[in-house]
């Protein structure tokens, strides 16, 4: 036989319990799983990019998250957050044994029409937040303003004890 010959004979196939077409997870979308990790991660960071940049094309659903900020000073736990363009009808502040819970919704809505063009721009939003207090905290004596677009909720609470020590550092 020449070696022609013998490179022109049919391989032999061993029976398999494998099955023919490769196994694929099923995923919201399949094509993250053909992509290169490298891509995927590139596309997925523009995806928060625009998310949190507030590109509405990225996504139908916009959250609002008003930047918030809890301190305590003076005996009290003092929550600011700013909420511009808010009535004060539009807020409201809950408070239970352990925690307070600020919520609104924000609608605004902007027309406009010029020279033959007409542009209505509707911005909505809901916010939720919950804080939780510090055990002792008097909430039968809450209070809550808004002015200028920031909230400020005051909840007396105990000084805390400070529990500070010096710590020897090892050379």
Request: charged share 30%; aromatic share 8%; net charge negative.
């Amino acid at each position: 036989m020449s070696a022609a010959a013998v490179s022109k004979k049919a391989p032999e196939t061993q029976p398999t319990n494998q099955p023919k077409e490769s196994y694929r997870p099923m995923a919201p979308s399949g094509r993250f799983f053909s992509m290169n990790p490298f891509a995927m991660m590139r596309e997925f960071a523009g995806e928060m990019d625009r998310i949190f940049h507030g590109d509405s094309s990225a996504t139908d659903v916009q959250a609002w998250l008003p930047a918030m900020d809890v301190q305590q000073c003076g005996g009290n736990l003092v929550v600011s957050a700013e909420l511009p363009g808010l009535k004060k009808e539009d807020v409201k502040v809950e408070v239970s044994d352990d925690s307070v819970t600020i919520q609104g919704e924000r609608k605004q809505e902007h027309k406009e029409d010029h020279d033959g063009y007409h542009r209505w721009e509707r911005n909505y939003g809901r916010f939720y937040r919950t804080i939780h207090l510090p055990e002792g905290a008097k909430t039968d004596q809450v209070k809550a303003e808004l002015k200028d677009g920031v909230l400020k909720v005051s909840i007396p609470v105990p000084e805390a004890p400070k529990k500070s020590r010096e710590v020897p550092v090892a050379g």
